[in-house]
């Protein structure tokens, strides 16, 4: 059962490193060869870079395990970067907080409600200025998915 | 490397660019790359006793790969929105076809700026793995 009272929820900030290394894996993951990523010394993020932000956080503390969503029935319907400029660099320190930014439900197409849950993670460089956003939107389904 | 202003025009975009076929290492990897080990994506039985077919592709996969479509084209330190919904799935085998198209061509202030319509499509069914949008500044 999702807890609506979730909303507004956030986690403590999460201190993420970008690395060189770590663009140039994600880089060659997602097909790309652009000089850009792997030979650059100091190459910006990919545009969806961000989501490595699994590797700093545990996901039990996430203000999503608290909404209470069924993982059997989830669904991850979108997701959004907004950068404030040019994706951050590597060798860049930034600080990641998330909340838990709006539920809503709609009704499916082939019947059933479908829970909205969107989360926001705020990236902020060592002086406070906001550097990117990213918004997460998990669904979960009626039914299992099949 | 970067594509100028007079050539970008609203409702044209770059050459589609094919991948695949996927396979299974190919998520691997980027279940690795991005620290995302949902096992859905890469344990059989797991995958089967959730009632699907087999594993089943990323979809930040797919995103990351329309990410590194758009900015080979545009340059990698100009992107400044990139958003995808996800439709269907992508399966072991797959051929994905990236293709982009100019919606907006404008200047926000001091900058100059294009709106993309993205989309990611499956070769073999026709169906559309993503639907996207970015925002990019044009040196």
Known sequence: ????????????????????????????????????????????????????????????????????????????????????????????????????????????????????????????????????????????TAQAPT | MSTSWDDLTEGAGPAPREYGPLTRTDFVRYQGASGDFNPIHHDEEFAKSSGFPTVFSVGMLQAGILGAYCTDWLGAENVRRFAVQFREQVWPGDHLECTATVVRKYEDGRERKVDLGLLVTRKESGGTAIKGEATFVVP
């Open chain 1, 1 to 140: 059962m999702v807890d609506k009272s979730t909303v507004g929820l956030r986690d403590e900030p999460t201190e993420i490193p970008i690395e060189r290394g770590k663009i140039r894996e994600f880089a060659r993951a997602t097909m790309s060869h652009n000089p850009a990523y792997v030979e650059d010394r100091s190459p910006v993020a990919p545009p969806t870079f961000l989501t490595t932000l699994n590797f700093w956080t545990r996901g039990t503390e996430s203000p999503l395990a608290k909404v209470g969503l069924d993982l059997r029935r989830l669904l991850h319907g979108g997701q959004e970067y907004v950068f404030h400029g040019p994706p951050p660099r590597a060798g860049t320190e930034l600080t990641a907080q998330t909340r838990v930014d709006n539920i809503y439900e709609k009704e499916g197409k082939r019947g059933g409600t479908m829970t909205f849950v969107e989360t926001v993670t705020e990236f902020r460089d060592p002086s406070g200025n906001l550097v990117a956003e990213a918004r997460s939107t998990a669904i979960e």
